[in-house]
């Protein structure tokens, strides 16, 4: 059963709604068109650019939080924007409970990490850009996610995909950093090509790509075309969120500076891809075969990202193998049906706290080693940096889930309802919370604990206030968002996903303290191999083949390599040779052929006029000629 | 017995008396006004008299009564074709003549030989070469000219036809001939334009008697209930047929009574030809359209044919032969036998149009207004480019031309890709206006020749275009320094161009609405 919201047109402060965007993109224009005029000024413009959509985004919520269920979900038509032929697109934002609070996390989360990114972004001299990019990034990913249709939530798909391979680049300099956007990029258009078509479809077959009609649409498609528009829809979401089989451009993504990896590649756009499936839950319910794809893939990149995360030595890395993992658990309850949709977006939400706070915190990490990001090189780091540490402690304790912190309670509905649908999907997310606990403690005792194994000339030092005070709220809310939201989201979200209310627990269920008993195993095997030994200085030679694998990101390299490379170049190899030896030499003999007619027929303009004359008469005689055979045929 | 007086529409006629009555007073200008300000006067004169037939035009169009009908006792049918093609008439004229009159490219002088009279290379020609002369004697020509196309184009009889055929081509011969430089070649154009065009004009005449020996009427409209009701045999209609189409298709230069084209095209002042390349040609194929769908559309089964063997060869033979040019005013004098042929496509298809469709006039019209656009600002920036013996016309010299001057480069290069007919262009919606008004006709063989006649006619110009931003700039040539007067029809016809293929829609709408021709 399908429940469709009720939507009302925009009155009073939702008529502003568009503002949101607007700001941070005119700024963001400015920052880049200004020039250097605006060097000295550039940062703190964008910052107050995302702090104003963020007010307004707050002061949305609460008109939404004051009013009844009914109102809360508000259109605002904008513009035609396409109107030829049969088509119209309208474009138009809704303003619902769920992209509210997508709003909230972008700009709130946003306007933090713009502020530790003026401290963390100090000394470098392209800096305006820097900001420039990232404001564009907030613009486009609110148009992403308060788009009232299909079609202009492409633009913002778009958008965020554009902003990500600047920012994953932005240190161009280092070829690994170029390397990295492109493999982004080109990554990404995988899973956009499944979009495109899939808004193909809907236009195709709904003759809208409206939220509304293709919800309404949805109700009546026979199973090809839900699986087929599901399965494309997950392309797409699998692209945007680094999900298998189209992970491997996370890992090389973290070349970019570290708040664009807490911003973009931790807590707002890589979570893209779930939004979209609880977006699109009509056509999912569909198809029995597009939701069970959907648990898989989340079940597989829950383990993969988790397994990736044990092995490496690169804090971000890891870090980065852990959102791998974290979607997949979102993805997984994405999957499960009305069951799981909150959950997915209370994971996301508490994850979006908890992962760019120890993002963040890995920064300053960096930022105390000189940029060394070898856990290797660290270690003792808890009594110089306490502030980082401290956060980070609360990030930690968080994402394993210890109760009552946020990931607790948002991981834990995830399990329990895994085991409601399916016993192997709640095994695997079960062993993932175990992993998990194992490479976090891992990760926090090789950073903060055990032995100084700094290099020479490395002196840490605690990073500046502009940075620590973004650390300390974004530690507060990994700690209480849980207990904030645990009660009160399912019925909120209720009417955007179409789900019923199902009663959480606060108390640990059995699944629950299953769970933490895993976790602890976890905790214990890491400090075994990890707190009680010194750490190697270099990574040790290992014969086991999970940890080769792990470190070489389960060879998702090597798997693209040999799939997709390989053959492609192959074809163009092939295709380079039929255009030189076949084509080319076919054109170039039609243009001999006619350059040897036009020399020959140029002669016939001799510039004698009775030649000419004797040309026209025999034009009568054509004339004639072709009368007489018309009057004969 | 009593005799009526004559009726006259004095107000739906007056573009074309104050065309005529301005070329007179141009005639006793060049009487009357002292030498120092009659270029002055002059070109005061067209602009004013042009603009002022612009405007009687559209007060007459937009009466709600009367605007439309037989004129002057018959002689003349105004209607809507009659309509647009004196307005594409007089703004390309206008355009033309701004460029007769520009002198800052030419050291103060127009393009216009001192002294036209006098011998190539004697005293007489350098005295008056030395003394600065003029003639200011184009202008009144020109609006001759112009008067008699648009008699030419609106001519509901044959013998006014004939006459207004003659006033058009007279002036043009004296224009050709009236180069400052290369007078020689110049003369021998005017000469040849001359002779062959009095053959073709021979021809003409002769299918006017033989048609009238048919019909027993000048009038297209008896011509047509002739057809379908005829009294002597159809041989003398046939014969008749073939010589008016040989003498109206030798006025729209298409293959094989092209000939004169390029050598006209080259010998005779860059402005005349300009002038030439779009009202000309304007005037000659609304006049074959109005002589073949309104006197001969009962025969059409016997006309398309010959017509459609006729665009192919024009088709063919020009885009073959521009391959190989050399010289940038031939290249565009083969490039004008080609879009003729384009052209005459759309006169085969012949269709009435369905609703919502545009019909093979108004599919003409678009496409004769696109390349007006486009032929006007490119024979303007012909005259532009110079070396130190005045315009550059080898192509080769065109080379480099995008690093000297990128705007100019830029425009022209922006004309060659609408005369190819490239998307967002007012070409392309041109060509793909007349291919599918043919295509509805039910002449889809001629639509698929003209597609390829059309793939190898790119080649032709973005050569140019690759000559001149892909290679090196030939030293010794440069952009002159022109005045508005060559500018405002350069940067209009590039602008329109551009228009035209982003929004066809108004253009489209009007000519598609305007296309019904009266009997």
Redesign the interface.
């Known amino acids: 059963m399908i429940t469709l919201e009720t939507l009302v047109p925009a009155t009073g402060m939702f008529s502003y709604a568009w503002l949101m965007i607007a700001v941070p993109a005119v700024v963001a224009a400015f920052l880049l068109i200004g020039g250097r005029i605006l060097d000295r000024v550039g940062h703190w413009l964008a910052v107050g650019a995302v702090l104003v959509s963020f007010s307004l985004a707050s002061c949305l919520f609460a008109h939404q939080l004051l009013a009844g269920p009914e109102a809360r979900a508000v259109t605002v038509p904008l513009f035609d924007w396409i109107t030829t032929g049969m088509w119209k697109v309208q474009a138009g934002l809704l303003v619902d409970q769920l992209s509210i609070l997508f709003a909230l996390l972008i700009t709130g989360v946003g306007s933090l990490i713009h502020i530790y990114s003026v401290g963390y972004m100090a000394h470098d001299e392209r800096r305006r850009r820097f900001f420039a990019y990232l404001n564009l990034f907030i613009a486009a990913m609110l148009i992403l996610v308060l788009a009232d249709n299909y079609l202009v939530l492409f633009v913002g798909w778009e958008g965020v995909g554009l902003a990500s391979y600047l920012l994953i680049g932005f240190w161009q300099h280092k070829p690994s950093a170029a390397a990295a956007a492109k493999k982004a990029f080109v990554m990404n258009r995988v899973g956009d090509l499944g979009m495109t078509m899939a808004v193909m479809s809907m236009l195709a077959l709904f003759g809208s790509s409206a939220f509304v009609a293709v919800n309404e649409g949805a109700a009546k498609l026979d199973p090809f075309w839900s699986t087929t528009m599901g399965l494309l829809l997950l392309l797409g979401a699998c692209g945007k969120s680094a999900q298998v089989p189209l992970q491997a451009w996370l890992l090389d993504a973290m070349e970019g500076p570290t708040p664009v990896s807490a911003l973009i590649h931790a807590a707002t756009m890589v979570t893209a891809g779930v939004y979209l499936v609880v977006r699109s839950h009509a056509i999912f319910e569909m198809s029995a075969a597009a939701t069970t794809a959907v648990v898989l893939v989340g079940t597989v990149t829950l383990l993969v990202g988790a397994w990736i995360g044990t092995s490496k030595d690169d804090i971000k890395k890891v870090l980065a193998g852990s959102t791998m993992s974290q979607i997949g658990y979102m993805m997984l309850a994405a999957g499960l049906g009305p069951v799981g949709y909150a959950f997915a977006i209370f994971h996301l939400l508490t994850h979006g706290f908890f992962k760019a706070n120890m993002f963040l915190g890995a920064g300053s990490v960096m930022h105390a080693m000189d940029d060394d990001v070898n856990m290797r090189h660290y270690g003792a780091l808890w009594n110089v940096t306490r502030v980082t540490f401290w956060t980070f402690a609360m990030g930690y304790l968080a994402i394993i889930g210890i109760p009552p912190l946020a990931g607790y309670f948002s991981k834990d509905h995830i399990i329990e309802a895994a085991f409601e649908v399916s016993t192997v999907a709640g095994v695997a997310a079960l062993l993932g919370a175990g992993v998990t606990a194992f490479y976090m403690t891992r990760l926090m005792l090789m950073t903060f604990f055990g032995e100084k194994r700094w290099r020479d000339g490395v002196h840490p030092h605690e990073s500046p206030k502009v940075m620590t005070v973004p650390l300390v709220i974004l530690a507060f809310f990994s700690v209480v968002a849980g207990v904030v939201m645990n009660g009160w989201i399912q019925e909120w979200l209720e009417p955007a996903t179409g789900a019923h209310a199902h009663e959480v627990e606060w108390l640990p269920t059995p699944i629950g303290w299953l769970t933490m008993l895993l976790v602890a195993a976890g905790v214990g095997l890491a400090w075994w191999l990890f707190g009680t030994k010194p750490v190697p200085d270099t990574a040790p030679a290992s014969r086991n083949p999970i940890t080769i694998a792990g470190r070489n990101d389960l060879f998702g390299d090597a798997i693209n390599d040999a799939l997709v490379v390989q053959p492609t170049l192959v074809l163009a190899r092939g295709l380079v040779a039929n255009d030189s030896r076949v084509l080319d030499v076919g054109a170039d003999g039609i243009?001999t052929v006619?350059?040897g007619?036009?020399?020959r027929?140029?002669r016939l303009?001799t510039?004698q006029?009775r030649?000419?004359?004797l040309?026209?008469t025999?034009?009568?005689l054509?004339?004639?000629a072709?009368?007489i055979?018309?009057?004969l045929g | 017995m009593t005799i009526t007086a004559p009726t006259f529409e004095w107000l739906q006629l007056s573009p074309v008396l104050v065309v005529l009555l301005a070329a007179c007073v141009g005639i006793l200008i060049e009487a009357l006004v002292p030498r120092v300000w009659r270029f002055l006067a002059q070109v005061v004169l067209f602009e004013l008299s042009i603009l002022a037939a612009f405007m009687l035009l559209v007060l007459s169009w937009s009466q709600p009564r009367n605007s439309l009908g037989l004129m002057a006792m018959g002689a003349i049918s105004l209607d809507g074709p009659s309509y647009l093609m004196w307005a594409s008439l007089l703004v390309f004229g206008l355009l033309s003549l701004l460029v007769f009159a520009e002198r800052d490219l030419g050291n103060g002088v127009t393009a216009f030989a001192a002294s036209a009279a006098s011998v190539p290379g004697s005293p007489a020609e350098a005295e008056a070469t030395t003394a600065r002369h003029e003639h200011t004697e184009v202008f009144p020509l020109a609006l001759f000219s112009l008067a008699g196309m648009m008699v030419f184009v609106a001519a509901n009889d044959l013998i006014t036809a004939f006459i207004a055929l003659e006033v058009m081509s007279l002036p043009l011969y004296l224009l050709s001939g009236m180069a400052r430089r290369r007078r020689l070649l110049s003369q021998e154009a005017a000469l040849k334009y001359f002779l062959l065009g009095a053959l073709s004009s021979a021809f003409f005449l002769f299918g006017v008697a033989l048609v009238y020996g048919f019909s027993g009427s000048f009038e297209l409209g008896a011509i047509n209930d002739a057809i379908a009701n005829p009294v002597y045999g159809r041989g003398l209609l046939y014969t008749g047929m073939a010589f008016l189409a040989i003498g109206l298709l030798f006025k729209i230069g298409a293959v094989p009574f092209h000939n004169w084209v390029p050598d006209v095209y080259v010998g005779a002042p860059t402005p005349v030809t300009g002038f030439m390349a779009i009202c000309t040609k304007l005037a000659a194929v609304g006049a074959t359209v109005r002589v073949f769908y309104v006197a001969l559309g009962a025969e059409r089964w016997s006309w398309q044919p010959l017509l459609a063997v006729v665009a192919v060869l024009t088709m063919a033979l020009g885009v073959v032969v521009a391959l190989t040019q050399t010289d940038i005013k031939r290249l565009l004098a083969y490039s004008s036998i080609s879009h003729a042929g384009f052209i005459l496509v759309a006169v085969v298809g012949a269709t009435a149009g369905a609703q919502g469709r545009v019909n093979s006039f108004g599919s003409i019209v678009f496409y004769l207004i696109a390349y007006g656009f486009a032929t006007v600002a490119a024979f303007a920036i012909v005259t532009m480019v110079r070396d130190s013996t005045g315009e550059a016309h080898a192509i080769s010299s065109w080379a480099g031309l995008g690093r000297k001057n990128p705007l100019l480069a830029g425009i022209f290069a922006l004309l060659m890709l609408s005369f190819a007919g490239i998307p967002l262009t007012g070409g392309f919606i041109g060509k793909w206006a007349v291919f599918s008004a043919a295509w509805q006709g039910g002449y889809s063989w001629l639509v698929i020749a003209a597609v390829a006649a059309s793939l190898v006619a790119a080649y032709v110009y973005l050569r140019v275009i690759v000559l001149m931003f892909f290679s090196e700039p030939v030293a010794g040539v440069a952009v002159g320094r022109a005045s508005g007067l060559t500018w405002v029809p350069v940067a209009l016809g590039a602008a329109l161009s551009a228009y035209l293929g982003l929004f066809p829609g108004p253009l489209l709408d009007l000519v598609t609405s305007a296309s019904t021709f009266l009997r």
């Open positions: 243009g006619f350059s007619l036009s020399a027929t140029r303009q510039g006029v030649a000419y004359a040309t026209m025999i034009g009568v054509l004339v004639g072709v009368l055979l018309t009057q």
